[in-house]
């Protein structure tokens, strides 16, 4: 098995600043694995490389704890709480929308941004303790961020963060079942990513890119347009979608 299968223990507060600095700080408390921690109200939500993560309330602030003993897997988790968020959405959202999850971390719905994972590792004893958090815009998105945000409420009546939440974990414990090895967490993830020949532009560089595989180390393999492989890193780029016009 891949992934440890478990229960998860969903724990709602009313506000705090961000849900993964809160799960966090309890790493040393009991039970800390398995944790899922829901805040109604979230002040100082965090994204990548210390961006900014807004949660108007309405919205989903969730984060999961989990204790990893094989520290290679660890950057895989957040494949598998986008692909239970991802489930959820095919469930509750119209068909025949473009819904789809974009490497490493978010989930896109009409080519914009619907949702932003948080991976966070720390080393304990032999150990990974990782929290991995999802902000999805269920209620509202926020107006003026690059890229655009969108919202379920734009297509169907959102459900309330708790209700999203309990679906979220009954599909993560689904996955952690399903999947045994890498190779079947790529084919499912890769056909949510609808990656097979994505074009991609990488920030800050010139050119595109086609969207290979997704690899055992979480990096992404690209081919550039002479058929040059490469690994992306999601320490070191981000990338965007080509719109197709
Ligand atoms: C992410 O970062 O997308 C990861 C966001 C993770 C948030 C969750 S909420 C629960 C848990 N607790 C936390 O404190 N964090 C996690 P990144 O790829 O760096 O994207 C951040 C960028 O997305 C910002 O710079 C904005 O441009 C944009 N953005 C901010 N809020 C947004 C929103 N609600 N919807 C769409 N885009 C947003």
């Keep these: 098995m891949m992934f440890p299968a478990r229960e998860f223990t969903l724990d709602v507060i009313a506000e705090c600043g961000s849900t993964n600095e809160l799960l966090l700080s309890r790493r040393d408390q009991d039970?800390?694995?398995?944790?899922?921690?829901?805040?109604l109200s979230q002040t100082a939500g965090q994204g990548r490389r210390g961006r900014e993560w807004r949660s108007p309330e309405g919205n989903l602030?969730?984060?999961?704890?989990?204790?990893?003993s094989e520290s290679s897997r660890a950057p895989l988790y957040s494949f598998l709480i986008g692909l239970a968020a991802?489930?959820?959405l095919v469930d509750l959202l119209p068909h025949g929308l473009d819904l789809r999850l974009k490497w490493p971390n978010d989930i896109y719905l009409c080519g914009k941004k619907l949702a932003g994972i948080l991976a966070q590792a720390r080393q304990q004893g032999l150990a990974t303790d990782l929290v991995v958090g999802i902000g999805l815009n269920l209620a509202r998105a926020p107006q003026g961020m690059e890229p655009e945000a969108v919202s379920v409420s734009e297509f169907v009546g959102p459900p309330r963060p708790e209700t999203f939440a309990k679906s979220f974990l009954a599909e993560l414990v689904h996955l952690t079942r399903e999947i045994q090895n890498f190779e079947d967490l790529?084919?499912?993830w890769e056909e949510a990513a609808h990656l097979s020949g994505t074009e991609l532009t990488?920030?800050?560089?010139?050119?595109?890119w086609?969207?290979?595989a997704l690899l055992p180390s979480g990096e992404l393999e690209v081919a550039g347009e002479h058929g040059a492989r490469r690994k992306l890193s999601s320490e070191t780029v981000?990338?965007?979608f080509v719109k197709k016009s």
């Design 238 to 240: 981000s990338v965007r």
């Design 86 to 88: 991802y489930r959820v």
């Design 210 to 212: 086609k969207a290979i």
């Design 61 to 68: 602030a969730l984060s999961v704890a989990f204790r990893e």
């Design 31 to 39: 039970g800390f694995a398995g944790t899922a921690l829901l805040a």
């Design 186 to 188: 790529r084919r499912i």
């Design 202 to 208: 990488i920030q800050g560089e010139e050119g595109s």
